[in-house]
């Protein structure tokens, strides 16, 4: 049978979502727990690989297995042989041709900016600190240049393996409470770095170190090379995958309801 499970992580003590030759990995850290629950070796399969240090409230992740077990079973068995920084929110059988990355219709990440004088020990690698004021809506204009289908390769590392450097960004919001300024992009997928190098340009608009239509130039050009800084990994969070009503996959909005801000 296969299984789709939703996972939450603090991404800091990682080199990211996938298996590294060397280095802890998230996916790793979720197998071997998996597979002492189903006795067998178990390979996993997610809606979309994170990089070292981001962190994921949401991410989907599938699996076979020849075992048995009801969906308490595999959430709570699992968690008891994951670390503090890893824990499954549920899970539950899939139809066989169901796949967590190419059945999603859509991702959605934020970027947490502490906009403050000070750093913060209590956000420290959970959110970027930036020192000098932003302009929320100023970003936020930005922004909306980025929105639709478009050639992103001015917003890809430089090492991105994807094919094609496509993508349709649907929502782009920025927005502020209190000290803390939030970047939320949703899109039908991501290219590597993406969400980062977006937050570093528009972090720059922010602070009044280029204008406004900055983003758009950027775009435009279809060139990393003359494109802004890539913003720090802390602050980027996988907040959800989007999926055809027909998976019957919990809604991942509903789980960060109840569960309450970061």
């Known amino acids: 049978m296969r299984i789709a499970l939703g996972v939450e992580y603090q991404g800091a003590g990682f080199q990211g979502w996938q298996r590294q030759k060397r280095g802890r990995s998230v996916q790793q ?11 067998h070796e178990v390979e996993t399969h997610c809606a979309g690989r994170t990089d070292a240090g981001v962190h994921a409230r949401h991410q989907v992740v599938h699996f076979d297995t020849l075992a048995s077990r009801t969906s308490r079973s595999w959430i709570l068995g699992t968690n008891v042989n994951l670390p503090f920084d890893v824990n499954l929110l ?68 430089q090492g991105c393996q994807s094919k094609s450097p496509v993508r349709r960004v649907t929502r782009l919001d920025v927005r502020r409470e209190g000290e803390m300024l939030m970047i939320e992009i949703c899109a039908n997928a991501f290219l590597h770095h993406m969400v980062r190098n977006i937050a570093g340009v528009l972090m720059t608009i922010g602070r009044g170190e280029r204008p406004l239509d900055w983003a758009g130039e950027i775009l435009a050009q279809r060139n990393r090379t003359k494109g802004g800084v890539t913003a720090p ?15 019957g996959l919990p809604d991942w909005r509903q789980s960060l309801d109840r569960l309450g801000p970061l």
């Open 233 to 247: 990994p802390d602050g980027l969070y996988l907040l959800g995958v989007d999926y055809p009503d027909i998976w």
């Open 90 to 157: 549920w899970a539950q059988e899939v139809r066989p041709n169901f796949h967590a990355r190419y059945s999603a219709q859509a991702r959605t990440y934020r970027y947490q900016i502490i906009n403050r004088c000070v750093r913060s020990a209590l956000w420290h690698q959970r959110a970027t600190w930036c020192h000098q004021p932003l302009d929320a809506d100023l970003m936020r204009q930005a922004g909306q240049a980025l929105i639709g289908e478009h050639d992103f390769s001015s917003y890809r590392a």
């Open 29 to 39: 850290c979720v197998e071997s727990a998996l597979s002492k629950v189903a006795d």
